[in-house]
């Protein structure tokens, strides 16, 4: 299942594209019920599963005047579950990122899985995810995957369209572990709600300035998200590297480059 002539020129001209119809009901709910259960086990476990976002911005952002804002965060997700596997290489999944990348090869870069608690899910910052693992030809794209209706109200996610056209931006970071772009360039209050249904999927650039609101609902929000990549493109930097890192979801890998540590000296490519 590819894009239309006209959800590719939406993607062109905006960065990101909310589609219908990747997963049966069916599978959106072997997901929710894998999710569920695999996150119950990790608090049976004592994990440490808190994902807030570090940094100065949280300074002058009235998200966080309270200690108790949380989001868990799983990553890794075919490392928990086959349920999860079948995810990553689902063809209506990797066909439409196929079209979005331009190549018929894709490749796994990182899996993760989120949850905001009602009323008390923090927010994020603006942010390009650029920052977290740079590529020579900007191919990177995310699938989230929406397991619950997500609005505005329970910490739903939100987009400044047409932002990925900017390019890298500046990382205003003072922390190394978090990266975000200029909050007041990028206020979370101008940007454009990502309104989604249970089952709708959002692709969107690795450019695109992106962020989400808090849960000040009573609904959870919970969301899987899949970070992929052309084959043909290369990281310039030897960074976030997960395992099954350059995993091939779809077509080959062009470059043979299945140990990604042979292409680095440092942080610095051979070739």
Sequence with gaps: ???TADQKEFYKKNGYILLDN???NDEIDEMCHTFDKVFDLKKVQNANM?????GSWKNNDDNHTSSKKSVLSIHNLQCHSASFTKVLVNKNLVDAVAD???SPNVLLHHSK???KPPEKGTSYPAHQDYHYFPYKNHSPVAAFIHLDDSDKQNGGLCVFPG???LGPLQDKSDVHTHHYVDQKRFPIEKATPVNAK????LIFSYLLVHASYPNVSTRQRRMLLIQMVAAEDRPTKQVHISPCHGMVLRGHNVDCRADINRSFIGEVELR
């Design 198 to 201: 249970k089952g709708q999927v």
């Design 50 to 54: 808190e994902a807030t976002w570090e």
């Design 163 to 165: 932002s990925h056209l």
């Design 1 to 3: 299942m590819g894009l």
């Design 113 to 115: 899985a989120h949850t």
């Design 100 to 102: 979005i990348v331009d």
């Design 22 to 24: 990747i997963f049966t």
